[in-house]
Each structure stands twice: as structure tokens, then as C-alpha cells.
């Protein structure tokens, strides 16, 4: 019997890009984040406070700078008043570099949600974490 692939591996032989194995799932707790390679793309997994998984690009829309060096922190809400409020239910990574931040579920931009990072499909199976190009 084959062994499973590793961290890093292609998930499926029949192409090499496609998707690839990111690492263990109990190398990834919640609230923890990975960068990795899709192919030539360079994606971050996410676990969320809640156990989900989201994957988006890992480059900064403003200098390219790797957003799983980042913060992964509750996304914080301003009202008409300027009073600020914390929403533990939405969490946003933080670049390392200038600071913008970018809604992990959805890879839109706090800043201007026009904008947004490529996302990329993540799932746990045989306890790894795989990520596969959109479809």
C-alpha cells in the first residue's frame, strides 16, 4: 500500500497542480494559520476560532507581503459614533508589514471590499489538510 503524501506533495497524481497536501491536520489548530504552494500560487490556510478551514493567496494586495507571517485576530467594527466593537464571529489576518486586513472566508479586503484575495478550496480528509484550485 502507498503512503498517504506529505506536507507539500501533489494530493492527486493525475495533476500535479491541482491540489496538494499542506500538512497534518493536527499540525493546524483554530486560530492558527500555514503558508504553503499551490503550484506556482502561494496560498495560506486558515483554522478559524471554529474549526473551519479557508484558503486564500498569501501575498498582501497592497506589497506582496506573506500574510501567514500575520496576525490572525476578531475583525473589528466601527459605528456611525466611532465607538469600536470586536466580532469574535469574523476573524481577519493582519499583514505583517503595513498592517491592511483581509476577511478570511471571504478574502476581501477590510479596507475596500471591491478587493479581494484569490481563495482556494480547503478540506480535511484521511487527516490531512489538502488545498485544490477553484473549480
Keep these: 500500500m502507498t503512503p498517504p503524501p506529505g506536507p507539500g506533495e501533489p494530493a492527486d497524481e493525475t ?8 500538512c497534518a491536520a493536527s499540525d493546524l ?4 494559520m500555514i503558508g ?11 483554522r478559524t476560532g471554529d474549526g473551519q478551514l479557508h484558503g486564500l493567496e498569501d501575498r498582501c494586495l497592497h506589497q506582496g507581503a506573506r500574510l501567514s507571517l500575520g496576525r490572525l485576530l476578531p475583525e473589528a467594527e466601527d459605528d456611525a459614533a466611532g465607538a469600536h466593537a470586536m466580532d469574535d464571529s469574523r476573524e481577519v489576518v493582519k499583514c505583517p508589514w503595513h498592517g491592511y ?5 471571504s478574502g476581501c479586503a477590510v ?3 471591491r ?5 482556494v478550496d480547503v478540506r480535511e480528509q484521511d487527516d490531512l489538510i489538502i ?3 477553484k473549480n
Aim: aromatic share 6%; proline share 5%; glycine share 6%.
Design 36 to 46: 504553503a504552494r499551490l503550484g506556482t500560487l502561494p496560498i495560506m490556510v486558515v
Design 29 to 32: 489548530a483554530p486560530g492558527e
Design 115 to 119: 478587493l479581494a484575495l484569490r481563495t
Design 15 to 22: 495533476d500535479r497542480t491541482a491540489s496538494v497536501v499542506v
Design 111 to 113: 479596507f475596500d471590499r
Design 101 to 105: 486586513e483581509y476577511d478570511v472566508r
Design 131 to 133: 488545498a485544490s484550485r
